[in-house]
């Protein structure tokens, strides 16, 4: 599976973002999907998953409220929509791929190239 993220940019405080995760095989209805983030200096952290069906979705304390994963596996697509933006959310973002609803980045099979999101404050 291979995987593209976008929509990363540059945005004020208490703005919004959307990323997107495009999937090249139609098999992406077979996994769960999650999104995670790395800032400088620091490991790649989880912040959001969402089960194959979109019945599940898990969300990390920090964006709990503030961001919501979905996906449309029709179009092979996953979505971050990220509103009330902070400093803190300053980070390059990841989707990734794998068998269950998992937090841990080890435990994903495969994975995009980082969107950047710089929130200004």
């Known amino acids: 599976v291979q995987l593209q993220a976008s929509g990363g940019g540059l945005v004020q405080a208490g703005g919004s973002l959307r990323l997107s995760c495009a999937a090249s095989?139609?098999?992406?209805?077979?996994?769960?999907m999650g999104w995670f983030r790395q800032a400088p200096g620091k490991g790649r952290e989880f912040v959001a998953c969402?089960?194959?069906?979109?019945?599940?979705?898990y969300y990390a304390d920090s964006v709990k409220g503030r961001f919501t994963i979905s996906r449309d596996n029709a179009k092979n697509m996953v979505y971050l929509q990220m509103n009330s933006l902070k400093s803190e959310d300053t980070a390059a973002y990841y989707c990734?791929?794998?068998?269950?609803?998992?937090?841990?980045?080890?435990?994903?099979?495969?994975w995009g190239q980082g969107t950047q999101v710089t929130v200004s404050s």
């Open positions: 990734a791929a794998g068998r269950g609803p998992y937090t841990q980045s080890s435990q994903y099979n495969y």
């Open positions: 095989e139609r098999s992406l209805s077979n996994y769960y």
């Open positions: 969402i089960a194959w069906n979109s019945v599940l979705t």
